[in-house]
């Protein structure tokens, strides 16, 4: 009786995304987030291109072939899933469900197109892009990540630009300076989420009404 009282109460848990141009750091201040808050998951991805360096199978990508990946999309397996510079990439449904029903906040870094399709799904999602202070200092450290060609910086540049034109679509902006700050600034953000009226109700009316 007292596990199921418990179960009731918990909240479900805040899909909590975080996006932007490449290269704006939202994959280092991912990572952060995770390593800093044990209480926040990360959400593993399903990918079509070919692991990188010391990337691992299960840890930062599922690898699979284009065929699985179509399979699980039409089985509706995906959260969403969206190409991005040639690959495909998706975020498998199932387990986050499960674990926003157990009340786990899970945060994802995905492009412009799964956020769109993750705020359709789930409108209360919270989208949180981030932008370098300027396109400068954008190509800066895109020419100092030294991954990319001078071709693919340019396009990335010119992406960033039309991705910030949705800006009216995201939940926040954070201007991604200095990294520390930026990384207090989303985790900010998460605990005022956390406060949201609507996620109380239920402890409301349990607490003060019943
Ligand atoms: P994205 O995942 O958006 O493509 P990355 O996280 O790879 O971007 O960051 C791009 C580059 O900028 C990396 O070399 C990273 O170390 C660096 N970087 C990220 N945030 C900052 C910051 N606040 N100040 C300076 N360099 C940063
Ligand atoms: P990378 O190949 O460098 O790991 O990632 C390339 C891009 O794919 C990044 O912009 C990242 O945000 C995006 N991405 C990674 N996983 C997913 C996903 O599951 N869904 C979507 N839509 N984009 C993703």
Redesign the pocket.
């Known amino acids: 009786m007292k596990a199921k009282q418990k179960k009731e109460t918990i909240k479900k848990g805040l899909l909590i995304i975080i996006s932007?141009?490449?290269?704006?750091?939202?994959?280092?201040?991912?990572k952060e987030i995770l390593s800093r808050n044990s209480n926040i998951l990360g959400s593993i991805s399903v990918t079509t291109r070919e692991p990188r360096g010391a990337e691992i199978d299960g840890v930062h990508y599922y690898f699979i072939t284009k065929e699985k990946y179509f399979e699980l999309k039409e089985t509706g397996g995906l959260l969403e899933g969206a190409k991005v510079y040639g690959n495909y990439y998706g975020t498998p449904l199932a387990k986050v469900q499960e674990q926003i029903e157990n009340g786990k906040d899970i945060v994802f870094?995905i492009d412009i197109d799964g956020a769109r399709q993750i705020k359709s799904k789930y409108p209360n999602a919270i989208w949180i892009f981030?932008i370098p202070p300027s396109l400068a200092i954008l190509e800066e450290?895109?020419r100092?990540?030294a991954t990319d060609t001078a071709e693919v910086i340019e396009r990335r540049l010119s992406l960033a630009k039309s991705e910030i034109a949705y800006s009216e679509m995201f939940d926040y902006f954070v201007v991604?300076?200095?990294?520390s700050e930026?990384i207090k600034t989303i985790e900010g953000i998460i605990e005022a989420e956390r406060h949201k009226a609507y996620l109380m109700t239920d402890f409301i009316k349990k607490t003060y009404l019943d």
């Open positions: 932007g141009p490449s290269g704006s750091g939202k994959s280092t201040i991912y870094e981030v450290r895109l100092s990540r991604n300076d200095g990294l930026s």
